[in-house]
Each structure stands twice: as C-alpha cells, then as structure tokens.
C-alpha cells in the first residue's frame, strides 16, 4: 500500500518537476543574453555598466524573483514569499564569490573597484534592515500594508539619487593599479539602437514569465512531497530564480564587463528589496513581515553579514588571495554554507 502511495506522489510530481526544470532553462538561455546586451547598452546610453547594472539589468535579473514572489505572497504563503526573496538575496551574494574564482587575472573586489560599487553595498545593508525592524513593531497596517513597506521604497529611490550622484560627481577614487580594470564608456557607440533594446527587453519579459511557472511549479512540489516551504523557497526557487544573476555576471565577466558584473549583484539585491515591499503589499491578511517564520531572519542577517564582508573586500582591494581567490570570497562561501545548514537542520 505504501508503495503504491509512493507511486502516485511521484507520479503527480512529474508535472511540476517537468514545469521545474524547462523553466530554469529558460531563464539560463534567457539570462546568458542579457549581459551582451547590457553591455552594449551602457555604452550607447553613455550610463557606463555600474548605472546601467544598477538601473536596467539589475531589474531584469530580478524579475523572476518578483514574479515568483508575488505569486507566493498573493497565494497567502509568506513562508514561501519570503525565503525566496531573501534566499535569493544570499545566494545573489555567493555568486559574487563564484566569479572571483572565475576572474583569474586579480581578485574580483580589486579589479572591479568603483564608487558606485561601494554605495550600493552600503544602501544594501540599510535596506535589509529594514523588514527585520518591522517584525519587532506592533502588526499595525494602514490600506493592507506596514509602514515599514513605504519606507523601504522611499529609502530606494533616495539611495539610488545618491548612487547617481556618486557616478556623476564622485568624493572617492579607487587608486588605480595594473590590475583594475576601469569602467569608461565607449563614445564612438553613444547610440540607441532599436534592435538592441528590443532584444534586452524581450528577454526581460522571457525571464519573468518563466518565474512565475518556476514558483507554480515549486509550489506543487511543496505540496506533494511534504518539505518546509523555507527550504522549497530558500533554496529551490532562489537558486532557480537567481540563475540570471549567475549567467549574466559570469557572461559579464567573460567579456571584461567587471563593474557591471558587480554592480549587477549588488543593484540585484537592492532591487529585491522593492520584491519584499510587492509581497507586503500582495498579501492579504495583514503584515507579512509579522506572519513569516522568525528563521526568515536568519537569510536576512547572513546577506548583512555577506555584504558587509564583500564591503571590506571592496575597500580593502586585496590583489591576490590564496589560490587567487579573495579572503571575502572564500569567506561568504564559508558563512552561505554553514547558514544554509543551521536553516536546514531548524525547519
């Protein structure tokens, strides 16, 4: 009887692990082309790849977190929700250590160093703080959301003045070194070209569609097989739905685009934050800060800790580690691994 129960369980899988998979593929196929564009972009938009990483790939990359987590939150599963968005977050982080292993030439944090850079970690971390400020205050809403969830808007859009502002007229100059490779656009391609924004935004809309069947497909797998939904969205669906950040940082860093490959994690994770606002906002029985287990925290204390880490590495600008691998690499792959096992083993 119980093998025959397995039988069904498994077989009823089959549909969503089907839907699981092509839909990571697609954001794989989709994501490896939005570097190339992105790149071209900021140098006929005369944005340069920092602001452009920030402003537009950015976006993009995180548009199937959004789409996965707002079907979620809309769903009334803020477990879920959540430990994607903030799962997400963390491993956007680690790959950051994954393309300091791949960027052989020089510690990544060293060649890729830029004001721009530096600001957007910072806004990071003040924004994480954020939503784990609002489980500690009473669950008071006004129009369906906490007020914490404005903020974290309003907080947004005045760091990203301030990150425009530090491209414009920068206070601080990384020195530079035989290693560092600068972010100049190319003026002989201060041009738009429709092509080039028609193939960069339909892979936008590509990736989101394929988010929103990855976080359906993920949902049916919870269901059938009985595992804590913080697992399913902190480490499925975020691994999933983060797969354009990895793509498109390797791809940027293969084709020397370094600062956009940075700037895109970091511009990634601080576009997640406005994801968490959307959850709130989607979710209707209240303040989805105060119904989300309290191991949520967990993801976002560790992505403080992560990016304060790569902050030191940033400003540090360590040339070669061990192996040519920074410290700050090596060491959020070490704080990501054993996170991922506390949270594992507590649910």
Not at 91 to 110: P, S
Request: aromatic share 8%; with cysteine.
């Amino acid at each position: 009887m119980s093998q025959l129960f397995e039988a069904d369980v498994f077989t009823s899988l089959i549909p969503s692990i089907i839907a699981f998979a092509v839909a990571t593929l697609v954001i794989v196929i989709a994501g490896s082309q939005l570097s190339r564009w992105a790149d071209t972009l900021a140098d006929r938009t005369g944005l340069g790849e920092a602001l452009f990483g920030v402003l537009f790939l950015a976006g993009v990359t995180s548009l199937p977190d959004f789409a996965a987590t707002l079907s979620a939150a809309v769903d009334s599963r803020p477990d879920l929700a959540m430990s994607n968005v903030m799962g997400s977050m963390a491993i956007n982080l680690v790959f950051l250590g994954v393309a300091d292993i791949v960027y052989r030439k020089a510690n990544l944090e060293h060649a890729a160093a830029s004001s721009v850079n530096l600001m957007m970690a910072i806004l990071l971390i003040v924004l994480l703080t954020l939503p784990l400020l609002a489980i500690f205050t009473p669950t008071f809403t006004w129009w369906n959301l906490h007020p914490i969830t404005p903020v974290i808007v309003t907080a947004y859009l005045f760091g990203l003045h301030l990150v425009h502002r530090a491209q414009e007229r920068p206070m601080w100059f990384p020195r530079l070194t035989l290693q560092t490779v600068s972010d100049e656009p190319d003026q002989h391609l201060r041009s738009h070209s429709a092509t080039v924004w028609f193939g960069f935004i339909s892979m936008a809309v590509v990736t989101a569609m394929a988010g929103w069947i990855l976080m359906e497909a993920a949902k049916g797998i919870a269901d059938q097989t009985g595992l804590s939904e913080t697992v399913v969205g902190g480490l499925f669906t975020a691994l999933a739905t983060s797969t354009p950040e990895l793509v498109t940082t390797i791809a940027a860093i293969r084709i020397g685009a370094l600062t956009l490959a940075v700037s895109n994690i970091f511009g990634t994770n601080c576009f997640n934050m406005l994801v968490v606002a959307a959850a709130d906002a989607g979710y209707a029985r209240g303040s989805i800060y105060h119904d989300m287990a309290p191991v949520q925290m967990t993801w976002g204390l560790v992505s403080i800790l992560m990016t304060a880490i790569l902050l030191l590495g940033l400003v540090r600008r360590q040339t070669y580690g061990i192996g040519r691998i920074g410290f700050e690499s090596a060491l959020i792959l070490g704080v990501y691994a054993v996170a991922l096992g506390v949270i594992v083993v507590s649910t």
